[in-house]
């Protein structure tokens, strides 16, 4: 496993790793899915958490390379990487298990 691979997973496993950010990245894909865009805002009025809360947890995601961000005009809107999450599950596929 080549150390690339166990940072990728370090960060994305820190990112995933509080139950919000979850359910926030998961919203983000499934509107994408559905080619809804989402910002900020949006992800205030779905969670019902702060304005700040919700900019600390896009934050991870963006830096996990999870989330990208995209500015147009005022707002910046949020995309899920689907490459990266494919890399990160790729990458634990890989993962050692001894026994």
């Known amino acids: 496993m080549l150390e690339e691979e166990v940072l990728l997973i370090a960060q994305v496993s820190d990112a995933l790793a509080h139950p919000a950010r979850i359910n926030i990245f998961r919203y983000i894909m499934q509107s994408n899915r559905a080619m809804i865009q989402v910002c900020n805002k949006d992800l205030v009025a779905h969670f019902d958490y702060a304005q700040a809360t919700i900019s600390q947890h896009t934050k991870k995601l963006v830096d996990s390379g999870l ?3 995209k500015k147009k005009d ?3 809107y949020y ?12 990458a634990t596929k890989k993962f050692p298990i001894e026994g």
């Open 74 to 76: 005022k707002y910046s």
């Open 67 to 69: 989330v990208e961000v």
């Open 79 to 90: 995309y899920a990487n689907l490459g990266m999450l494919i890399k990160y599950l790729n």
